[in-house]
């Protein structure tokens, strides 16, 4: 009987899959009682239609009733409350189930130091009270505008309860005593609607503050400034929503063509081109292991995030040290993504030259950038189709996860980021530097190593899965495999890696410019 030789690279491989499939594993579970993005930027998207509704029937942009009845419907206000409340429910479902984690952890730790998975819950249900408690505040506004005062006195009244010690108790009961019978005006009632209310609402209530006050010229200037913004509103909405409406349509019937010609034309259809050519793969599942595992997972889970702290805390050090002003806290973590993200590429990439460097000279269509074979038709084509595919999985993936399963923490500091050079390292981040390194490993490199093992469709599932996984967000999986799906596809017809990143930077570019414009609503 033959013994299979030991070898200590492919244990050192195993073990290091096994534990990085743990971690993986146990990040995905951990994201499951994460909220979405998706219910906060409904919310962004229910706060600039509050805008709109201040826009007057004879302006500029030729708003009238009937466009107006079709954009916010008959009753817009209503219609956000009801919203907001259904939030509100899912953020209190939310908030017992983290007490109740809480709970449990308190009982299982038995050691007397701080327990991080402790604090770290009890941060998180810091966070969701206080998410409650902002919640309430807009939901007591929208309450006064649809005939509910009393509601909204009561909704006011539970901020103000001891038990919630929030630091929005001051702003709930200036809010009370504007809307209270006879009204009551505390002495900083201004500057605290000011401070913690924005957008609509803080429009309402300063409205409702200088009426009180008697002071015409202040509300009169009010209004001009939030007709203005209304007017600004109403341009970013019709230009947010008609692009990607329009090639969204342009992207299904291209989708319906292209379907349609497979059917008709067989292997001589577009779709076909390439449909079973496999890339001549010199080395084999260990170096596909090592690129994976190592450069990717590995890496950029433990190694980086440690060599990102050394550098982020010694940077304040430096500023200082250099009589530079230091970094705010925004640009400090743009700066701390954009480290993560450059240093996981360049070191992921190392591994993958390292890789696959004594195979050199590679066979033919390894890692091919030529700028030939209609990439730029084949990445914006598949950009526009793309869009309704990813309109309709997110849909139904919303219906299953109930606005569960996380999200990408990015898009949520996009969103509520006001910082132009922030900003500009974000894009930067988002929509250069992601496309070229995620495009280089996970179709460069990977999708043609798998077509050593399996069919090219086969290698392109197998690839579109990994690289959603890799995103470590439970509820983003199905719709990152999708969009996995068609860069795999754009790229095998192509053959060429320039094609899936002009179509990822798109995204990505999209992404980030709708996130923008809901964020601007404040």
Request: net charge positive; no cysteine; glycine share 10%.
């Given at each position: 009987m033959t013994s299979v030789p030991f070898k200590p690279k492919q244990f050192i491989l195993g073990a290091l899959a096994i534990l990085v499939v743990i971690y993986v594993g146990f990040a995905l579970l951990g994201s499951f009682g994460e909220q979405q993005i998706s219910s906060r930027l409904e919310l962004y998207q229910t706060d600039l239609l509050l805008h709109v509704t201040e826009v007057p029937d004879d302006n500029e942009l030729g708003f009238n009733a009937d466009t107006r009845r079709a954009l916010l419907g008959e009753e817009p206000v209503k219609t956000a409350l009801e919203e907001y409340q259904e939030l509100r429910r899912s953020a209190e479902t939310d908030l017992s189930r983290l007490s109740d984690r809480l709970n449990q952890a308190l009982a299982d730790s038995d050691t007397p130091q701080p327990d991080p998975t402790v604090t770290t819950l009890q941060t998180t249900l810091n966070q969701q009270q206080e998410l409650l408690t902002q919640l309430d505040l807009r939901i007591g506004l929208l309450q006064t505008q649809t005939d509910q005062t009393a509601a909204a006195l009561q909704t006011w009244s539970a901020i103000a309860n001891p038990s919630r010690s929030s630091p929005l108790t001051e702003t709930a009961n200036t809010l009370a005593g504007l809307w209270s019978t006879p009204p009551r005006l505390l002495p900083d009632a201004e500057a605290q609607l000011q401070k913690n209310l924005d957008g609509w609402f803080r429009y309402v209530a300063l409205r409702r503050l200088y009426q009180l006050q008697q002071r015409p010229d202040a509300l009169a200037d009010l209004q001009t400034a939030e007709q203005e913004i209304a007017q600004q509103t109403l341009f970013k909405l019709v230009l947010g929503n008609t692009l990607p409406l329009v090639g969204s349509l342009i992207g299904a019937a291209l989708l319906i063509f292209l379907i349609a010609q497979r059917v008709l034309k067989g292997k001589q259809a577009l779709l076909s081109k390439n449909e079973d050519t496999r890339w001549e793969t010199p080395w084999d599942w260990e170096t596909i292991l090592q690129v994976l595992v190592v450069g990717f997972f590995f890496v950029g889970q433990f190694i980086v995030p440690?060599?990102?702290?050394?550098?982020?805390?010694?940077?304040?050090?430096?500023?200082?040290?250099?009589?530079?002003?230091?970094?705010?806290?925004?640009?400090?973590?743009?700066?701390?993504?954009?480290?993560?993200?450059?240093?996981?590429?360049?070191?992921?990439?190392?591994?993958?030259?390292?890789?696959?460097?004594?195979?050199?000279?590679?066979?033919?269509?390894?890692?091919?950038?030529?700028?030939?074979?209609?990439?730029?038709?084949?990445?914006?084509?598949?950009?526009?189709?793309?869009?309704?595919?990813?309109?309709?999985?997110?849909?139904?993936?919303?219906?299953?996860?109930?606005?569960?399963?996380?999200?990408?923490?990015?898009?949520k500091i996009i969103l509520e980021e006001a910082d132009p050079l922030s900003l500009g390292i974000f894009f930067f981040t988002a929509a250069i530097a992601a496309p070229l390194f995620e495009e280089t490993l996970f179709r460069g490199f990977l999708l043609p190593s798998l077509t050593r093992y399996v069919s090219v469709p086969g290698a392109i599932a197998i690839s579109s899965v990994i690289f959603a996984i890799a995103h470590l967000s439970l509820s983003e999986v199905v719709p990152l495999a999708v969009l996995g799906c068609v860069l795999g596809v754009v790229y095998t017809r192509s053959r060429s890696l320039l094609s899936p990143m002009l179509l990822h930077s798109l995204w990505n570019s999209g992404t980030m410019i709708g996130l923008l414009i809901l964020g601007s609503g404040s």
């Open positions: 440690f060599l990102v702290r050394f550098v982020v805390t010694g940077l304040p050090r430096l500023l200082q040290t250099a009589g530079q002003a230091p970094l705010t806290a925004s640009r400090l973590q743009a700066f701390s993504a954009l480290t993560y993200y450059l240093l996981m590429a360049g070191i992921a990439l190392f591994i993958l030259y390292v890789s696959v460097k004594p195979f050199f000279p590679l066979p033919a269509h390894w890692f091919r950038l030529q700028g030939q074979s209609n990439w730029f038709l084949w990445g914006f084509g598949g950009y526009l189709v793309a869009l309704p595919l990813m309109i309709l999985v997110s849909l139904v993936n919303q219906q299953i996860w109930q606005g569960q399963g996380g999200s990408n923490p990015l898009l």
